[in-house]
């Protein structure tokens, strides 16, 4: 086993992407995962860790809308990506229709989860407007929450869908 | 009334943007990284410790026990656990040196290039081997304690001669629960710094910061004002942040003192799993007399539990596990012995329903057996001897307040279509792969500590307004996800007649917060809730006294009050202590009195499907129903029921930690199963309220009564589906499998 110096100089590379809509450019070692680049790096904490090996979801940010877990991705392999957090899902001080029900129905109680939790139900949404109880259910499975027993969380995601729905908007 | 609505919760906003600051999302400059190296061995004596030359050691901060500048022991209730270990190891996670350093990959690879030379002793590693003394290790050789670190002994009636008499079936079986891992999503973490000036400061994820601060000051030897402890945003805790942060503290401080840096330490997934506390592995024999239209007249409980490697809150534990063992029957002779032993496991501690959920598995299950033996139906054999108002408990404690569990139990088997679903399903069974299954348990649950507990904890809360009429809360109780802020405020704005929005809950830091208790054993809504309300109170009654102000005057009237009163006197604040009430009563050598000021109760269903191909085991509908007293919050309640039900189904048939030389062989989340969305059942829940005295506006308890019920009610749906008596769990496919094949 070597030792790997993350932050040595000579082993850093160049990255750009787009968080939450800026465009970020940075310098990263290749070891360096795309959660730590976020909570570390460019201070966007939102996002959790749980288990860094790709169990829990509380890593769950959209790759070009698609959830990933962060903790399992390598920062130099989202090259000129599009990643969106939690930090980017209210519009200024306007809630995004899954965070207003969230709060509303009592889906985050420790908000550990939440994040995660909260991105891959908007990838979900995004794909599937209205989608079933048992969908819900599929898409939010690799997001663990040990608090809510999920009832509350399920509940919120329909509340959003129904929300978005009659708005007419884009999740 | 704010109290009974659906206010969102103070914190939710944070928690939904990302913006609640959690141990890990804090930074601070110049901040080091700590790791623990850790026994590997269960039990020995340390011979040496091996730094390897390949790492320059120089640019690390090491710590071992020979730094602590105080006393090297965690206090609780004893003072046997080190904070490191010196010279003896007693369990494969024992922490035994420190290592600080800027660079975390880089502390990774010096973490592996220490050995700790151990002599191996031979350990204990079950409840069996503990009891047969096969080694001692824990307690005076020759003692009476030897591997005991506490005993029970609970007596009402005359057993003996109930198990005698002619007109009496007996039973009896051995019942057995499995370790269960907390498993918060967010693992256990804490800062630290230090300085001559200030002594310690740690911040971190923890439930308790009062026994925090009780554990640093020896630890450093330090007064009361030097140590600080603040408690951050904390994801989770269930028990699992109650005791164990204290260590975890004392290390990061001891690691920030030597290398006068702030260090943070945050555990890994399997670290966190490994090394901090589970949920006791408990044993529990259980006799029964029973008359033959189903009187229960005798009860003989033998009740055991594993307490790991040091004696940490397993007395207590062991207290609640045997107080609940009886149920919530009226059973006239009733004997509990319990012990809690010693093994060379890594402490088990504190988890949601603390020792309950292992006692009342074992009777719950063992009813429906008796039904099943005496062809009685379980629902009628329970309502036949479910406790009521005047009766007593098996510690002697008459039930002053009214209490209906039949009528719980009705409404949840309505809400259940119980009885529909078992004819259909006994039917339907025989031609089918796939088997179906209902059952149900009942039970009660204890709210605040056990016995004098509350009387000797004499918590303090305190209340402050400020020049425009805020008020804030000052208490140690955390919010750990169940809502103690919102709960608070609800509580503040009702008894005030203010706006829910002028009240704050401070964060607690015991430099600003009276010590209001730990946050566990269903405590905080009506014991500490309870003391927030006549703190508010008394501050208005302060403003009233001046001739300022009087009830319900309205916010503006009540800031122009506070305004000038603070501007008079300085400041504004009333605090309130916890007074035994007069009826409570308590005898800690006899075990007998008033063990709870009061009991929440329920009734709980579960259904099941076992799929006979594959041995799948599937809980697919659940209904949790109770009576809980006045419901603070519908949503903030129905989400601490369904949150407690799913860790219930977990721990019944999911979540299984596998032992290797006392060690957690499956420390991660691909191989240690918790229910995820797709596991678990729609979770209806039905509150029944029966206001109680004890608590503000008539609240009980809530937090860990679902913790009771869905593991023996799964089991009897299982027994049920298959007509087998499964009497352990974690109940998984390849135990269905044995117990089919037998
Ligand atoms: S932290 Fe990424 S999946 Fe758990
Ligand atoms: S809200 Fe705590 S883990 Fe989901």
Known sequence: MEAVVSDAPETLMALTLTVNG?????????????????????????????????????????????????????????????????????????????????????????????????????????????????????????????????????????????????????? | MIVGTKIPRKEGLQKVTGAARYVDDIVFPDMLHGVTVRSTAPRGKIKAIHFAPSIRWNEFTVITAKDI?????????????????????????????????????????????????????????????????????????????????????????????????????????????????QLYIENNGMIATYSAQDGVTVWGSMQCPYYVHKGLLPLFALG????????????????????????????????????????????????????????????????????????????????????????????????????????????????????????????????????????????????????RKMALDPVALRKRNFIRQGETTATSQTIREPVDLAAVLDKALAAADYDAKKKRFLAMNPSSVVKRGIGFATFMHGAGFTGSGEKTLASVVGVEALANGHVRVLAASTEIGQGTNTVFAQIVSDTLALPYDMIDVAQPDTRD????????????????????????????????????????????????????????????????????????????????GDAYATYAWAAYVAEVSVDMATYEIRCDDFVAAQEIGRVVHPVLAEGQIEGGVAQGIGYAIYEKVVWKEGRMANGQMTNYIMPTSADAPPIRVLFDEQPSPHGPFGAKGIGELPMDGPAPAILNAIAMALDVSPRAIPFLPEDLMALVKK
């Open chain 2, 513 to 592: 917060v009276p010590n209001s208790g730990p946050t566990v054993a269903s405590r905080t809504c009506m014991v500490v809730g309870k003391l927030v309300q006549s703190a508010a109170i008394g501050l208005e009654q302060t403003l009233v006294n001046a001739g300022d102000y009087k009830h319900g005057a309205g916010a503006d009237a009540f800031a122009a009050a506070c305004a000038k009163y603070i501007a008079k006197h300085g400041s504004l604040k009333c605090y309130s202590q916890y007074q035994q009430p007069a009826n409570v009563e308590w005898d800690d050598k006899k075990y007998q």
């Open chain 1, 22 to 171: 800026d465009r970020v450019r940075v310098a990263v070692s290749p070891t360096r995962t795309l959660l730590e680049l976020l909570r570390y790096d460019l201070g966007l904490t939102g996002t959790k860790q749980g288990c860094d090996k790709g169990d829990c979801g509380a890593c769950t940010v959209l790759l070009d809308g698609r959830p990933v877990n962060a903790c399992i991705t390598l920062a130099l392999s989202v090259e000129g990506a599009r990643v969106d957090t939690v930090e980017g899902l209210a519009d200024g001080p306007r809630l995004h229709p899954l965070q207003d029900a969230f709060v509303r129905l009592g889906a985050a109680q420790c908000g550990f989860c939440t994040s995660g939790v909260l991105l891959s139900a908007k990838a979900l949404l995004a794909e599937n407007p209205a989608p079933a109880r048992l969908q819900i259910k599929q898409a939010l499975s690799g997001n663990l929450c040990r608090c809510t027993g999920y009832t509350k969380i399920l509940d919120a995601v329909e509340d959003a869908a129904r929300a978005l729905c009659s708005k007419g908007q884009q999740p």
């Open chain 2, 69 to 181: 500048p105080g006393k090297n022991y965690v206090a609780l209730i004893t003072y046997d656990q080190p904070f490191l270990a010196d010279t003896v190891i007693n369990h494969p996670e024992e922490p035994v040196v420190l290592l600080a350093h800027h660079d975390k990959h880089v502390l990774e690879e010096a973490r592996r290039a220490v050995t700790i030379e151990v002599e191996a002793l031979p350990p204990v590693l079950t409840i069996e081997e503990s009891l047969a003394k096969t080694q001692i290790v824990w307690g005076q050789d020759n003692s009476p304690h030897e591997n005991i670190f506490k005993e029970y002994t609970v007596v009402k009636g005359d057993v003996a001669a109930a198990f005698a008499r002619q007109d009496v079936s007996l039973f009896e079986a051995e019942y057995a629960t499995g370790a269960q891992e």
């Open chain 2, 224 to 371: 009361d004002d030097k140590v600080r402890v603040i408690q951050t945003e904390t994801g989770g805790g269930f028990g699992g942040k109650e005791e164990y942060p204290t260590l975890l503290a004392g290390h990061a401080a001891l690691l920030a003192m030597k290398a006068g840096k702030p260090v943070k330490m945050i555990y890994d997934r399997q670290e966190d799993m490994a090394a901090t506390t589970k949920r006791h592995p408990s044993k529990t024999r259980v006799k029964s007399a029973v008359t033959k239209d189903g009187d229960l007249v005798g009860l003989d409980i033998d009740f055991v539990i594993d307490g790991g490697a040091y004696n940490t809150l397993s007395p207590v534990v062991l207290s609640r596990g045997t107080i609940h063992s009886a149920g919530p029957y009226h059973t006239p002779n009733v004997r509990v012995h319990s012990r809690a032993v010693a093994t060379n496991s890594p402490p088990h501690g504190a988890f949601r329903g603390f020792g309950a959920p292992q006692s009342i598995f074992a009777l719950e299950r063992h009813l429906d057996e008796v039904a």
